[in-house]
Each structure stands twice: as C-alpha cells, then as structure tokens.
C-alpha cells in the first residue's frame, strides 16, 4: 500500500482473488484458488509513504497466476 494522496490515511482496506496455483491461509482455515481476501490495515500512513502486509500463502507447486483483481481503498 502506497499512499499517493496529500492527506494521511489512518485505514486501509485491500482485496483480491487467490491465484491459480495458491492458497492463503487465514486464522480460520484456507482459501482456495478463487477465493476472495480482504485485509484491512490500520495506523497512520503519510503522503508519500507505503507500507508492505505479510500474509501466509501455501503453494501446491505448477504454474502461478496473477492475484487479479486488486483494489485499495483508504478509509
């Protein structure tokens, strides 16, 4: 998440599809291959600055596809 704007963002929400060939694990089990993630983020991120979410992700081995499509949203 990189914060383009003027203002400074105090939330954050960002979703996207799991790609073919991943799951993401969540603390209450797996998503598989097409499964929507939200992951929502607070703290104070000023202009200009980004910040990088780490997250579990299993991966079955074969070709991987592109996390598509991704949005984030400030709150």
Same mark, same amino acid.
């Given at each position: ?5 003027? @203002?400074?963002? *105090? ?6 599809? =799991? ?5 993401? @694990? /969540? ?9 929507? =993630? *939200? =992951?929502? /983020?607070?703290? =104070? @991120? ?30």
């Amino acid at each position: 998440m990189r914060n383009t704007g003027t @203002l400074p963002i *105090t939330s954050w929400t960002v979703t996207f599809k =799991v790609p073919n060939g991943l799951s993401y @694990l /969540q603390w209450n089990g797996y998503n598989p291959p097409g499964a929507p =993630v *939200t =992951v929502t /983020q607070n703290g =104070v @991120l000023l202009p200009g600055d980004s910040v990088t979410v780490q997250f579990a992700i299993g991966w079955s081995g074969g070709t991987v596809g592109t996390p598509s499509p991704i949005t984030c949203t400030a709150r």
